[in-house]
């Protein structure tokens, strides 16, 4: 079966560029998670989607971070004026309603500012 | 104090022996635990799941939980090469949406 989805793989842009991430989730499954994993460091949490909830956008480091879910399905990750410290592997899962459920990751996106 | 720690290894074990990596958490009422798998250059796999205090066996993997001392572990059976990888525990903490993370134990098996 078809796990959760990611694109691209890798994206290399310059600094100050936007950028967009894409997550497709396993198919059923409610809850979407976004998170990112810098060189050497744990999984930092960023956002969650569950239904047709308002997200809980606190983990989101700052204004130039936003996240939305369209149809309850696929979800973009957007990053506007890329700085050098963006620099990470994005990380979305996915879960079968919500909290406490089983997450599954995707294979990431590993952004590269320049 | 960090919501979740783990010991960062390296842990290295040769092959057939047992394999434990512990995880220790901050908040007494965190109800879900999880243990992934990372190899170099991929992304986590989950492996087990555990709510209830005690032991849940799939296979080779066995997750213990014990809430009072607010410790879960994981035990390898049988370890082998292919084990070989980084280690996650991750927790979900009452009134949080998201798991929290260990920063992962690096587990060698020896041939």
């Known amino acids: 079966g078809a796990g959760v989805s990611q694109s691209p793989s890798n994206k290399v842009t310059e600094k100050g560029k936007d950028v967009e991430l894409r997550c497709d989730p396993i198919s059923g499954h409610t809850a979407l998670y976004w998170y990112r994993q810098s060189l050497g460091q744990g999984l930092e949490f960023l956002i969650y989607?569950?239904?047709?909830?308002?997200?809980?956008k606190s983990g989101l480091p700052s204004d130039r971070f936003s996240a939305e879910r369209t149809g309850g399905s696929v979800s973009t990750l957007t990053i506007q004026r890329t700085q050098q410290e963006d620099s990470a592997v994005y990380l979305c899962?996915?879960?079968?309603?919500?909290?406490?459920?089983?997450?599954?990751f995707g294979d990431g996106t590993r952004l590269s500012i320049l | 104090q960090k919501e979740v720690e783990q010991n960062s290894g390296p842990l290295s074990v040769p092959e057939g022996a047992i394999a434990s990596l512990n995880c220790t958490y901050s908040?007494?009422?965190?109800?879900?635990f999880f243990w992934y798998r990372q190899y170099s250059g991929k992304s986590p796999e989950l492996i087990m799941f555990?709510?209830?205090?005690g032991d849940k066996e799939d296979g080779r993997f066995t997750a213990q939980l014990n809430k009072a001392s607010q410790y879960v572990s994981l035990l390898i059976r049988d370890s082998q090469p292919s084990d070989s990888a980084t280690y996650l525990c991750a927790v979900n903490r009452a009134g949080a949406n998201n798991l929290f993370f260990g920063t992962g134990t690096r587990l060698t098996v020896i041939p």
């Open positions: 908040d007494r009422g965190s109800q879900s």
């Open positions: 989607f569950q239904g047709n909830s308002a997200p809980d």
């Open positions: 899962a996915s879960s079968f309603r919500g909290v406490g459920q089983p997450q599954h």
């Open positions: 555990i709510y209830s205090n």
